[in-house]
């Protein structure tokens, strides 16, 4: 939208653009994203539409590898951010949250990070879907406003897609660009057929269990 004023030194009309006007100063986003797929994708278009900033909190940000939780925040930062403008790159931050098994901890941890980014007398959301019986987490922040998203991109999931990865095979149907490529220049590297051997082992345990 814009809107018309008049220039005073020379009594023509100028068209200026306003600055967008958001619901939110930032706007948090709880994921493990491994790997990063068009759902994840849409849930950031949309923050961004809605929030001046967006705070993207890694899960499982331990320095450790397992067939699980493949990559490494550093690389899940570098994975998301190749799919979007360097505009948008400009508005999405990064927290890194690791892994307590308790609820109380994991609160305190994720709200600590946040407001280290924040500034004092923000507006502070929480955007996401609850997928299943996992998702309660998003009902433990009553302070920040939620932004509850219905089912998006048929309710996708990352396991099956790192099951598949694990074979040799990238569902390009399921990823964006970024992470397509992202995905493409990890299986050359030296960690992806450990990772490989890892699942196939866990598979044949999982079949000698059942």
Do not use: C
Not at 37 to 64: F, R, Y
């Amino acid at each position: 939208m814009s809107h018309i004023y008049l220039n005073d030194t020379t009594d023509e009309f100028t068209k200026s653009e306003i600055t967008p006007m958001y619901t939110f100063d930032y706007l948090v986003f709880i994921g493990r994203f491994q790997p990063f797929h068009l759902a994840h994708m849409q849930t950031i278009e949309i923050a961004l539409q809605q929030s001046q900033n967006v705070i993207l909190a890694l899960g499982s940000a331990q320095s450790e590898r397992n067939i699980k939780n493949p990559f490494l925040a550093s690389e899940r930062e570098q994975m998301i951010l190749s799919n979007f403008s360097d505009e948008d790159q400009k508005r999405i931050y990064f927290v890194h949250v690791v892994d307590v098994y308790n609820d109380e901890k994991w609160v305190k941890q994720v709200k600590d990070l946040v407001n280290a980014v924040i500034q004092s007398n923000a507006k502070v959301g929480l955007i996401g879907h609850f997928k299943d019986e996992s998702s309660y987490y998003l009902r433990l922040f009553p302070e920040w406003q939620m932004v509850e998203l219905d089912s998006l991109k048929d309710s996708i999931s990352a396991t099956p897609m790192r099951e598949a990865y694990y074979r040799g095979e990238i569902q390009t149907e399921f990823f964006p660009e970024g992470t397509i490529q992202f995905l493409s220049e990890f299986q050359k590297s030296a960690m992806y057929p450990q990772l490989q051997q890892k699942f196939k082992h866990n598979d044949r345990s999982n079949i000698d269990e059942s």
